[in-house]
């Protein structure tokens, strides 16, 4: 899948999805929260998820569909339907974006995370250690500073195409 972040500085950032079938969907995304969306790419893509965020768009999901009311959503994107592995993103990326905005946690990623899936219920993945989180900070820091540089107009093109690891 093709994933499209387009700068528009006074209006935000326009992220276009191609899925591999060809067809598109694409959101306007508000001025601060393209990080969410750089680190779903970064932690889904090195870790390999299929069932996160973008690899549910790419199975034919439109952005719209995630930011329905919860009433109102398709019902395999009901909380309850979710796969486990989308429900493990969301909370990845908001702690990798609590991590990228204040230098850390003090405490091992890995930790804060099991804490957090503990909290809701939910098994931890084998395949986030400590080493792959680096990874996905580094590419997520990566991506900030490719995006930050784009002049308006400008996209920042990337490739979705995880491998799953083990």
Do not use: C
Not at 47 to 63: A, C
Not at 133 to 150: C, F, H, P
């Amino acid at each position: 899948m093709k994933i499209s972040f387009t700068k528009h500085p006074k209006k935000g950032m326009i992220l276009t999805l191609t899925r591999t079938d060809g067809t598109q969907t694409w959101s306007p995304i508000r001025p601060g929260l393209e990080m969410h969306d750089l680190a779903h790419y970064a932690a889904e893509e090195i870790l390999g998820w299929q069932e996160g965020f973008f690899g549910l768009v790419n199975l034919g999901y439109t952005t719209e569909d995630f930011e329905l009311p919860r009433d109102q959503r398709p019902e395999p994107l009901l909380p309850k339907n979710l796969p486990v592995q989308s429900i493990q993103g969301e909370h990845l990326v908001n702690l990798l974006q609590v991590d990228y905005l204040n230098a850390g946690f003090g405490e091992p990623f890995t930790t804060m995370f099991r804490r957090v899936l503990e909290e809701k219920d939910l098994p931890y993945p084998d395949e986030v250690t400590e080493e792959r989180v680096i990874e996905i900070k580094t590419r997520l820091q990566e991506l900030m500073y490719q995006y930050s540089t784009l002049e308006e107009g400008q996209s920042l093109e990337l490739i979705f195409s995880p491998v799953v690891r083990k």
